[in-house]
C-alpha cells in the first residue's frame, strides 16, 4: 500500500495511524525534515519564459551540483533559446552555471547551480538494493510545498540495473530523489513511456560520487588555468597605495594595485571596479582586463569574463597565458571548439608553452578527440614530464 502525504499533514496523520494500530517508520518525518530542503524542481523555459518541461532533482553537493533524470533536461537540448532553472522548496531559483555531464551517462543529468553552501542530500556508499527494502522519494511540488510517498523496491533489474519500485512516478517528478530508510539518496525516480509506462523506476546513483569527484578535478584545474595575475606588494605597499590613491585619483596604476589587494581578499566587486577605473584612465592597460576577466570568472560572470580577456589579447595578442585563461572560460561553458581555438592561439604565439599543450590536449579530451590528446601528451613528454604524466593519467 502507497502512503503519500504532504509534509504540513503529516504530523496529523501519522497521529491517526499510530492510534489505529498501523505501522509507521518514525525515522521518516525526520529524515523528510532534514532532506527536502535540498529537492528542487527542474523547468526548462522557452524564450519567452514559458514552462514547456519540467520534473524533479535534488542538490548532492553544497557547491551547487544538481542532479535530475535525462527526461528532464532533453528539451533544453532541441532549442538553443531554451532556458533551464532549477526551483527549491522556498521558491528561490537557482540560475543554471553550467551543465557537467551533456552526455546524461547513465540516464541521469548533472548540472551546477549559481549559488553557494546549499543544502544537500546524502549519498549511499556502496548502496546494493535488495527486493523487499522499504524506500520512499521526496517531491518538490512546483517549488511551493513538499510531498512525499513511501513504498517498496519490487525488483532490481540485471541487464540494467534500474530498480523498479512500487512508488507512483509522474512525468513531472522524474528526477526526484528516492532514499533508504536511513536516510541516504540512492536513485532518482523515473518515469517511462512506451510498454513500461506503467512501471516506475529509479536510477541507481552508483556512479554519480565518481562523476561528482571527477568535476571537482576539473574545476581544481580549471582554477589554476585562470589564476590572477596579481603582484605581491607588502603591508606597507597596500597602505601607502590607499593613502596615496585618496591624493592621487588620476592614477590607473594606483587604482589597479588597489584593486589586486581587494582581489586577494576575495572582493571580487570591489575588485572589479576598482579594474574599471584604472582603465577608464588607461584604457590600453592589458593586465587591467586580465584580471578583470578573472574577477568576473570568480563571480560566475563568464560573459564578462570572456569580454574582458578578449580585450586584453586585443591589446596584447602576444600573450599565451590570456589564451589559456580564455580557453579555460569556454570549456567550463562546454564550448569545446572556441576552447581549442584558445590553445592553439596560446601555442601560435609560444610553441614550447607546456601548459597551452597540456590544456590543448585536456579540451581534446574533453571534446571525446583521444587521438588528439594522446599527441598534446607526445609533444609534453619533451617540455614537461609531470604535466605530460597529468594528461597521460586523464585520458587512460
Not at 533551464?84 to 540516464?107: K, M, Q, R, W, Y
Not at 580557453?327 to 581549442?340: D, E, M, S, T, W
Request: glycine share 6%; proline share 4%.
Amino acid at each position: 500500500m502507497i502512503r503519500c502525504f504532504l509534509i504540513e499533514t503529516f504530523l496529523f496523520f501519522l497521529l491517526l495511524l499510530v492510534s489505529a494500530g498501523s505501522y509507521v517508520y518514525a525515522e521518516i518525518p525526520d529524515i523528510v525534515s532534514e532532506q527536502k530542503k535540498a529537492v528542487v524542481t527542474v523547468y526548462v523555459n522557452d524564450k519567452n519564459g514559458k514552462h514547456i518541461a519540467s520534473g524533479g532533482g535534488f542538490i548532492i553537493d553544497q557547491s551547487g551540483i544538481v542532479v535530475t533524470n535525462c527526461q528532464v533536461v532533453v528539451k533544453w537540448f532541441e532549442e538553443v533559446q531554451n532556458k533551464l532553472v532549477a526551483v527549491t522548496e522556498d521558491g528561490i531559483f537557482l540560475p543554471i552555471e553550467n551543465l557537467i555531464s551533456p552526455s546524461c551517462e547513465n540516464n541521469l543529468a548533472l548540472f551546477k547551480v549559481r549559488s553557494k553552501e546549499l543544502p544537500a542530500v546524502k549519498l549511499a556508499a556502496d548502496y546494493k538494493p535488495k527486493t523487499g527494502e522499504s524506500i520512499f522519494v521526496i517531491r518538490n511540488l512546483q517549488g511551493t510545498e513538499t510531498a512525499f510517498s513511501d513504498g517498496i523496491i519490487k525488483d532490481v533489474r540485471k541487464r540494467d540495473k534500474l530498480i523498479q519500485i512500487s512508488v507512483p512516478v509522474a512525468l513531472e517528478n522524474s528526477g526526484s530523489p528516492v532514499f533508504n530508510n536511513k536516510g541516504e539518496a540512492v536513485g532518482a525516480a523515473a518515469s517511462l513511456s512506451g510498454k513500461n509506462k506503467n512501471i516506475n523506476f529509479a536510477v541507481p546513483l552508483k556512479d554519480i560520487s565518481k562523476q561528482l569527484n571527477k568535476y571537482k578535478k576539473l574545476e581544481e584545474k580549471l582554477a589554476k588555468m585562470v589564476a590572477p595575475s596579481i603582484p605581491k606588494p607588502s603591508v606597507e605597499r597596500n597602505t601607502k597605495i590607499r593613502k596615496e590613491a585618496e591624493k592621487k585619483r588620476d592614477d590607473a596604476d594606483e587604482y589597479f594595485l588597489q584593486g589586486c589587494s581587494y582581489h586577494e581578499l576575495g572582493m571580487y566587486e570591489d575588485a572589479i571596479k576598482l579594474y574599471r577605473k584604472s582603465l577608464k584612465i588607461k584604457p590600453d592597460f592589458a593586465e587591467a582586463y586580465v584580471n578583470l576577466g578573472v574577477a568576473y570568472y570568480k563571480l560566475g560572470n563568464y560573459t564578462g569574463s570572456i569580454d574582458a580577456y578578449k580585450h586584453a589579447i586585443r591589446i596584447k595578442p602576444d600573450l599565451p597565458s590570456v589564451y589559456n585563461k580564455l580557453g579555460a572560460v569556454y570549456i567550463i561553458q562546454g564550448v569545446y571548439p572556441k576552447a581549442l581555438d584558445s590553445f592553439k592561439k596560446a601555442i601560435d604565439v609560444d610553441p614550447d608553452n607546456a601548459v597551452a599543450h597540456y590544456n590543448l590536449g585536456f579540451a581534446y579530451f574533453l571534446n571525446g578527440e583521444k587521438a588528439a590528446a594522446f599527441k598534446q601528451y607526445i609533444i609534453l613528454k619533451d617540455l614537461d614530464r609531470e604535466r605530460a604524466k597529468s594528461l597521460a593519467d586523464l585520458i587512460y
